[in-house]
């Protein structure tokens, strides 16, 4: 097994392989594991191949699709697969994704990629038995460490991101009433307000989908 052969099938989906680590026993995965892959998406050739197979999206069958493709690609690699959706209780993405990558939590929830800014997620953590090596975690620091005047936190129009967090109640207020359409047509309005990674922002067809879909699942 070698991590470039992986990657080139994960690429071909669309998704992006996202780096990978030799679990420890702190990281909570089976104890028979060698090697962890992380798959991931950022950009749009994720979201065009999605549109290509499901034309006329509705529900939210972005995770059916993103997670019948990757356990194909287990299933080909005797790999077993686990994913961040699902229902609680959540397998700690975040918390792998910080073990196979140079990404950091930002102020506003999602981590910072120096790269790809905010507009990045989750797809998949490939476990492998065998222990094969896997690149170098990148040497990069937060973008959020030089940002100053941190727009992500001031940019929300009912201050829903703040230092202590996401606020989902006035947020869902917001999006319900009649000036939220910025945000449910566009994408959250503090996530745009970030600099870093802007050239890899949802598409509006994209944004639009994940915020009905956001909208719908916790509007009460
Ligand atoms: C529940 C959930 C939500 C809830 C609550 C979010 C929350 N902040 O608690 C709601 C519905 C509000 C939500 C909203 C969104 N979410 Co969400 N969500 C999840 C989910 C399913 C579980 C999170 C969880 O509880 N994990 C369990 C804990 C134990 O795992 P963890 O890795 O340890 O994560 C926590 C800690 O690591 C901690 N953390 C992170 N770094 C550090 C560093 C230190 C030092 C410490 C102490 C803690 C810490 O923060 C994490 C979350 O609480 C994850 C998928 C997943 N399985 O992780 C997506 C996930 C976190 N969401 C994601 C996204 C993109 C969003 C949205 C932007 C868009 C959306 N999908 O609607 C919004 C953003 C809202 C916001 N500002 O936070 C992405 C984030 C990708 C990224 N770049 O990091 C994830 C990973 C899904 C994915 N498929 O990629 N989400
Ligand atoms: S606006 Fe600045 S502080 Fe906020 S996420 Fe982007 S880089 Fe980090
Ligand atoms: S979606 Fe809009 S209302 Fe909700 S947190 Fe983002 S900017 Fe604020």
Request: charged content about 20%; proline content about 11%; glycine content about 10%.
């Given at each position: 097994?070698?991590?470039?052969?992986?990657?080139?099938?994960?690429?071909?989906?669309g998704m992006i392989?996202?780096?990978?680590?030799?679990?420890?026993?702190?990281?909570?995965?089976?104890?028979?594991?060698?090697?962890?892959?992380?798959?991931g998406n950022a950009g749009g050739d994720f979201w065009r191949?999605?549109?290509?197979?499901?034309?006329?999206?509705?529900?939210?069958?972005?995770?059916?699709?993103?997670?019948?493709?990757?356990?194909?690609?287990?299933?080909?690699?005797?790999?077993?697969?686990?994913?961040?959706?699902?229902?609680?209780?959540?397998?700690?993405?975040?918390?792998?994704?910080?073990?196979?990558?140079?990404?950091?939590?930002?102020?506003?929830?999602?981590?910072?990629?120096?790269t790809y800014?905010?507009w990045h997620?989750?797809?998949?953590?490939?476990?492998?038995?065998?222990?094969?090596?896997?690149?170098?975690?990148?040497?990069?620091?937060?973008?959020?460490?030089?940002?100053?005047?941190?727009?992500?936190?001031?940019?929300?129009?009912?201050?829903?991101?703040?230092?202590?967090?996401?606020?989902?109640?006035?947020?869902?207020?917001?999006?319900?009433?009649?000036?939220?359409?910025?945000?449910?047509?566009?994408?959250?309005?503090?996530?745009?307000?970030?600099?870093?990674g802007?050239q890899y922002a949802h598409e509006?067809?994209q944004?639009?989908?994940?915020?009905?879909?956001?909208?719908?699942?916790?509007?009460?």
């Open positions: 097994m070698d991590y470039d052969t992986i990657s080139a099938r994960i690429t071909e989906t392989c996202r780096g990978g680590f030799h679990p420890n026993p702190e990281d909570g995965l089976p104890a028979s594991t060698g090697t962890a892959i992380l798959a191949r999605f549109r290509a197979e499901f034309p006329a999206a509705a529900g939210d069958p972005l995770n059916e699709w993103s997670g019948n493709v990757l356990k194909a690609i287990a299933a080909s690699f005797g790999a077993k697969i686990l994913f961040p959706f699902g229902g609680a209780p959540h397998h700690p993405f975040q918390r792998w994704a910080q073990r196979a990558e140079a990404v950091y939590p930002s102020p506003v929830g999602p981590l910072i990629h120096p800014g905010l997620a989750y797809r998949g953590l490939f476990l492998f038995a065998e222990t094969f090596s896997v690149p170098a975690r990148r040497q990069a620091p937060s973008p959020c460490d030089d940002c100053d005047d941190q727009p992500c936190l001031h940019t929300c129009p009912v201050g829903a991101m703040t230092e202590d967090g996401f606020e989902m109640d006035p947020c869902i207020a917001h999006l319900a009433g009649p000036s939220g359409g910025d945000c449910m047509d566009f994408g959250c309005a503090a996530r745009r307000a970030c600099p870093v802007a509006p067809d944004a639009r989908f994940h915020h009905h879909a956001f909208f719908r699942a916790y509007c009460p």
